[in-house]
C-alpha cells in the first residue's frame, strides 16, 4: 500500500485546508487509517482516524469539532477537512494506514505512512 498526502499550506487563523491522502496498491487489505502530525520539538501525535468502511471515526480533544475525517472508497482517497484552524495546529501533517497482507511468507500486519504534508497557520 502506498500513500500520497496533499492539500497543505498557508492559511490564515481562521481559515479552513483540506487533506488529502491517496491510497494505492492491495487497498481493501486496509483496516483502519488516520491523520497524524508533528510540530517541530514535539512527538507525532494522532489527530483523527477513520475504520475501513468509513463507520468508526475517532478524533483528538484539541480538533473535535473544527475537523472531520472522511473516506472516499471509490477513489481510494482519504481527506481531512480542517476549519477553523489555529496557530497551533501548525505542523507537519502525516497519513497512515494500518493493514494485515499476505505474502509467500504468510500473513503480515503492516502500518505505513505517507511523506507528509505541511501545514502552516499564521496569527
Known amino acids: 500500500v502506498q500513500l500520497v498526502e496533499s492539500g497543505g499550506g498557508l492559511v490564515q487563523a481562521g481559515g479552513s485546508l483540506r487533506l488529502s491522502c491517496a491510497t494505492s496498491?492491495?487497498?481493501?487489505?486496509?483496516?483502519?487509517m488516520g491523520w497524524y502530525r508533528q510540530a517541530p520539538g514535539k512527538q507525532r501525535e494522532l489527530v483523527a482516524a477513520?475504520?475501513?468502511?468509513?463507520?468508526?471515526?475517532d478524533y483528538a480533544d484539541s480538533v473535535k469539532g473544527r475537523f472531520t475525517i472522511s473516506r472516499d472508497n471509490a477513489k481510494n482517497t482519504m481527506y481531512l477537512q480542517m476549519n477553523s484552524l489555529k496557530p497551533e495546529d501548525t505542523a507537519v501533517y502525516y497519513c497512515?494506514?494500518?493493514?494485515?497482507?499476505?505474502?509467500?511468507?504468510?500473513?503480515?500486519?503492516?502500518?505505513?505512512w505517507g511523506q507528509g504534508t505541511q501545514v502552516t497557520v499564521s496569527s
Open positions: 497512515n494506514a494500518r493493514g494485515s497482507d499476505y505474502d509467500p511468507s504468510g500473513i503480515y500486519d503492516y502500518d505505513y
Open positions: 496498491g492491495n487497498t481493501l487489505s486496509i483496516n483502519a
Open positions: 477513520i475504520t475501513s468502511g468509513g463507520g468508526s471515526t
